[in-house]
């Protein structure tokens, strides 16, 4: 998409609309299936090709997305105004808007070997606690980063990793040279 603002537009509308409907969690499913389809999808390239005529588009869409009328509605405009490889933004943004409404947030935790059930558990209850919001994580395995995490909420970072504290202690002796 031409931007991000494009897309929050989009979502913001889909939202509006999932808001008075009741919708919200139809509205999450549906425009994670839109998106698979219009920017990640075999069909992807056929889509967003503005030489194939956009009511050719729009039959494809009939056929393949078996979405909510108006979520329908939504992927045909995408198409039709040449945004369709926007659509996994568009889905992005209405998730962190219905997340957001419903007191919810993402993280993504970073850590170099795999966490067992109760350590990511016992991470969400600790930033849940600490954020006033339920929190759900999503684990990201990177031996890079030697040992220790790194948390990503929102636009705050955690850098808890080995990875870093070496490379300030280095940074720290090389200064006292």
Not at 49 to 69: A, G, T
Not at 136 to 161: C, E, F, H
């Amino acid at each position: 998409m031409a931007s991000d603002e494009a897309a929050r537009r989009y979502a913001q509308a889909a939202f509006a609309i999932a808001l008075d409907d009741g919708t919200i969690d139809q509205w999450r499913r549906d425009l994670q299936d839109i998106a698979s389809v219009l920017a990640e999808s075999e069909l992807a390239y056929a889509l967003a090709d503005e030489r194939n005529p956009v009511e050719s588009r729009h039959k494809i869409l009939d056929r393949v997305l078996d979405v909510s009328p108006k979520a329908l509605n939504l992927a045909k405009l995408l198409v039709a105004k040449g945004r369709s490889r926007g659509a996994r933004f568009v889905a992005m943004s209405f998730q962190r808007m219905a997340d957001e409404h419903e007191g919810r947030i993402q993280a993504e935790v970073t850590s170099a070997i795999d966490l067992a059930p109760e350590q990511v558990a016992a991470i969400e209850k600790r930033l849940s606690d600490s954020l006033g919001m339920k929190v759900t994580v999503n684990l990201i395995v990177a031996p890079a980063i030697m040992g220790g995490l790194i948390i990503r909420v929102g636009d705050q970072l955690i850098d808890g990793s080995i990875r870093t504290r070496l490379r300030r202690l280095e940074q720290r002796l090389a200064g006292a040279a």
